[in-house]
């Protein structure tokens, strides 16, 4: 049983290109989880100031 290795089908594969509603996901989650990520600093910086020093 010769089974095929999982880097010769990775190599056999043709490289897709992202679509534009791809990108425009990847980017609206990049910016969603940033702003979240501050979003939560400022209300442990305001609501939690005695841990912050």
């Not at 594969?13 to 989650?29: D, G, Q, R, T």
């Not at 910016?31 to 979240?36: D, E, R, S």
Request: proline share 8%; charged share 25%.
């Amino acid at each position: 049983m010769d089974e095929p290795k999982l880097s010769d089908e990775l190599k056999k594969m043709e490289h897709e290109p992202l679509l534009p509603i791809e990108k425009k996901l990847v980017a609206c989650s990049l910016i969603l989880g940033v702003v979240l990520l501050a979003l939560l600093i400022w209300i442990s910086y305001t609501f939690f100031p005695a841990s912050h020093q």
